[in-house]
T-cell receptor, first 111, second 121 residues
Framework: QKEVEQNSGPLSVPEGAIASLNCTYS??????FFWYRQYSGKSPELIMS????GDKEDGRFTAQLNKASQYVSLLIRDSQPSDSATYLC???????????FGDGTTLTVKP | GAVVSQHPSWVICKSGTSVKIECRSL??????MFWYRQFPKQSLMLMAT?????????EQGVEKDKFLINHASLTLSTLTVTSAHPEDSSFYIC?????????????????FGPGTRLLVL
């Protein structure tokens, strides 16, 4: 079992729809959770970080964390073609040190 | 804030030569920096973790004598690919850990540089 698992996709949604990206992790001691976006040919870019159970909203993005279920998700409302990218989930077991990345979910938003 | 730069952005070299890639945190001090490699349409692969002033920790299967990492200051880490061969051609990405303090605690977030594309002929 991988430490951080994501559906590889591709996930395809129409423009304006809600895209839901999911991630599960195996280490119950994990404390920090991140979502990165990576456009083709570019490096990852931090979108959201979340540390406590519940929802965290930033513009069209909402991160949801459920530590009991070891599950973190990213919702993208009003999806735009410019949101088409690979989304990486990252989990950090302690406050500092290396994050473990999932393999990413490729999202395509169709006009 | 939390900007990481890399230089060069791309490099083409002949087989057998060495290539140095620089990673700088521009507006924060990074105790920890990370080096990744990514082949086309594949996942990020962590190569090593470097801490300022100490030896880097390499991931299993990564040759430390081939990929030399130096983290001489809190804002600069370098990766040198020694005796590069065509199979070393890849996208090399660094990231730096930025520490934020709030509510009596501190947390570290990784910010990525723009990457260096290496082509070895």
């Amino acid at each position: 079992q991988k430490e951080v698992e994501q559906n590889s996709g591709p996930l395809s949604v129409p423009e304006g729809a809600i895209a839901s990206l999911n991630c599960t992790y195996s280490d119950r001691g994990s404390q920090s959770f991140f979502w990165y976006r990576q456009y083709s040919g570019k490096s990852p870019e931090l979108i959201m970080s979340i540390y406590s159970n519940g929802d965290k909203e930033d513009g069209r993005f909402t991160a949801q964390l459920n530590k009991a279920s070891q599950y973190v998700s990213l919702l993208i409302r009003d999806s735009q073609p410019s949101d088409s990218a690979t989304y990486l989930c990252a989990v950090k077991p302690i406050r500092a040190g290396k994050s473990t990345f999932g393999d990413g979910t490729t999202l395509t938003v169709k006009p | 804030g939390a900007v990481v730069s890399q230089h060069p952005s791309w490099v083409i070299c002949k087989s057998g030569t060495s290539v140095k890639i620089e990673c700088r945190s521009l507006d924060f001090q990074a105790t920890t920096m990370f080096w990744y490699r990514q082949f086309p349409k594949q996942s990020l692969m962590l190569m090593a973790t470097s801490n300022e002033g100490s030896k880097a920790t390499y991931e299993q299967g990564v040759e430390k004598d081939k990929f030399l990492i130096n983290h001489a200051s809190l804002t600069l880490s370098t990766l040198t690919v020694t005796s590069a061969h065509p199979e070393d051609s890849s996208f090399y990405i660094c990231s730096a850990g930025a520490t934020q303090t709030s509510g009596g605690g501190s947390r570290e977030t990784q910010y990525f540089g723009p990457g260096t594309r290496l082509l070895v002929l």
